[in-house]
Each structure stands twice: as C-alpha cells, then as structure tokens.
Nanobody, 124 residues
Framework: QVQLVESGGGLVQAGGSLRLSCAAS????????MGWFRQAPGKEREFVTA????????YYADSVKGRFTISRDNAKNTVYLQMNSLKPEDTAVYYC?????????????????WGQGTQVTVSS
C-alpha cells in the first residue's frame, strides 16, 4: 500500500503564497504520476494539477494556471504544490493522489491512492 501525507496548509491572506507538500511511501514512487485535487465546502472535488512520473509533463486546471506550480523530488518521495497569488476561491481542502501510470490524469477515478487532505483558507 502507498501512504500519502499532505502538509503545509494554513490560513493566508489574498495575494499570499503557500507551499504544500505530499510525502509518499513506497519504493516505486518514481513510477507514479501524481496529482493535486481540492474540495471546497459544498462543492465536488476538482482537479488542480498533475505531474508525470518523470516530472517532465505537467497539467493545470485553468483556474490555477499561471499561479500554481507542481513539482516532485523522487529522491525524497515528495510532490509539491507552490501556490502564489492566492484568492478566496482557492479555499478548500487540498488532496494529493497517486496514479499507477506514467502520464498525468485529470479525473478522480484515474487515481489509486489518496492522502487525507490539508486545509487551505484564503481570507479577503
């Protein structure tokens, strides 16, 4: 089994930045594509961004493109989400997920393992 643990969430003012981390267990981490999803109160969980197992390909939801950056460090079994220019509408629980495939995916059903989530709150 793969364990995923998110960290780095918190309260930030609009326009500020946060950096989320997702630490993954397992000896085959480098062969998992990784993604970030978020779920705001009263809304469905939605795709944010994903990165291929090599780190060579990334994909972003339009709502975060240009503001968020996903990266990974396979030596540390960790994926990151740098969030800049945060907006109140970014407020959500952020989840990292692992996909047993090489390339990125944008749908919930494509992912095999999930973290417990970390709260991000952006105040106005």
């Amino acid at each position: 089994q793969v364990q995923l643990v998110e960290s780095g969430g918190g309260l930030v003012q609009a326009g500020g930045s946060l950096r989320l981390s997702c630490a993954a267990s397992g000896r085959t981490f480098s062969r998992y594509a990784m993604g970030w999803f978020r779920q705001a109160p009263g809304k469905e969980r939605e795709f944010v961004t994903a990165i291929s197992w090599s780190g060579g390909s990334t994909y972003y939801a339009d709502s975060v493109k240009g503001r968020f950056t996903i990266s990974r460090d396979n030596a540390k079994n960790t994926v990151y989400l740098q969030m800049n220019s945060l907006k109140p509408e970014d407020t959500a629980v952020y989840y990292c997920a692992a996909k047993r495939a090489r390339d990125v995916g944008t749908r919930l059903y494509e992912y095999d393992y999930w973290g417990q989530g970390t709260q991000v709150t952006v105040s106005s």
